[in-house]
């Protein structure tokens, strides 16, 4: 957002702000489910049920597959009703479109990403997920720079910036969780990813909660955010901008 601000003008910056709320409440389920996955494996690990990790690992992975080709679908399909819903300015619509269009692309590297480091953390490795979103992090502002400063890709480059991180960042995971297979007890051999109902039960018993809580909030927000929208590209601008900057202090 800050390179786009930088470079492009109040139209870009508003399209970025509204389809970004949009992509975070897609995202949300599929972090929903990594923390369940996460709490599962994790409670496995510490009973030394080392067949119930590799069950959860490869429910896991499934699920998210389909998950993210469902949630991907449907952000492709409904784009343009969501951004109506939230009154985004005529001014920024083509680049909230494109910006979507781009970012919905790059939900299965996400979902994917994010189920593969709850397996991480869940067995008990906090450090190697942080180096890999730092090394997508690097990657995405380098990429932001070039696509948007200097091929004038307006909100689209910062999309597709955004899908190459979570590509790379779902790559590193993936070679790593593979090359530590022996250790982790996953030997991501074709049945290994059969579906157990009973663990998926307690996956989605797990992750209901998270995911509820960060839908709704995203919702209220996004509620609020098609009032302010409504007055035009300036004040959806400001209102994107002030919710990045609160984002990251919650973050903190």
């Given at each position: 957002l800050a390179v786009v601000g930088q470079v492009t003008d109040s139209a870009c910056v508003s399209a970025v702000s509204v389809a970004g709320q949009i992509t975070f409440l897609l995202y949300a389920l599929g972090m929903g489910l990594g923390s369940g996955t996460q709490i599962l494996i994790s409670q496995q690990v510490g009973a030394g049920n080392m067949d119930g990790v590799k069950k959860t690992t490869g429910t896991s992975l499934t699920a998210t597959v389909v998950l993210a080709a469902v949630v991907t679908a449907a952000g492709l399909i409904?784009?343009?009703?969501?951004?109506?819903?939230?009154n985004t300015p005529a001014e920024a619509m083509q680049d909230a479109k494109e910006y979507m269009f781009w970012c919905c692309l790059g939900i299965p590297f996400t979902y994917g990403y994010g189920s593969l480091c709850?397996?991480?953390?869940?067995?008990?490795?906090?450090?190697r997920p942080m180096y890999i979103i730092g090394i997508a992090a690097l990657t995405n502002v380098v990429l932001d720079i070039l696509l948007v400063y200097t091929f004038g890709m307006r909100a689209k480059g910062a999309a597709i910036a955004t899908a190459v991180a979570q590509l790379v960042s779902f790559l590193f995971a993936l070679t790593h969780l593979y090359r530590r297979r022996e250790s982790f007890g996953f030997d991501f051999k074709r049945e290994s990813f059969r579906v157990d109902r009973h663990i998926l039960g307690m996956v989605v018993n797990l992750s209901a909660p998270l995911a509820f809580m960060s839908v709704a909030i995203t919702v209220s927000m996004m509620f609020i955010n098609a009032w302010v929208n409504a007055y035009g590209v300036v004040a959806s601008a400001v209102s994107g901008i002030g919710s990045k900057l609160y984002s990251v202090v919650n973050i903190v």
């Open positions: 409904f784009k343009n009703l969501m951004l109506t819903l939230l709850a397996v991480l953390r869940g067995m008990g490795d906090s450090k």
